[in-house]
């Protein structure tokens, strides 16, 4: 698999798992560490920081891994 992969692939690959990871955490810590998300938003000004910080990386995140994985398979097919 590893083997057909192009340097530029694969930075973009990892971009996308370290952004969508990134939101991932962001996400879990703002319900279980920064006291949880209540029917006004969340309870703590960390909370409030760490909802921005997912809501915009996780869907960065995913598009940079579909990038990626289209790209992957257009190199797989050359």
Request: aromatic share 6%.
């Amino acid at each position: 698999m590893a083997s057909f992969m192009r340097a530029d692939t694969r930075k973009i690959l990892i971009t996308g798992i370290v952004i969508f990871g990134t939101g991932i955490l962001a996400a879990v810590l703002t319900n279980t560490v920064f006291g949880g998300i209540g029917r006004q938003g969340p309870h703590t000004n960390s909370g409030w920081l760490a909802l921005m910080l997912a809501m915009g990386s996780l869907p960065t995140g995913l598009l940079t891994l579909l990038l990626g994985l289209a790209k992957l398979k257009a190199d797989h097919e050359r």
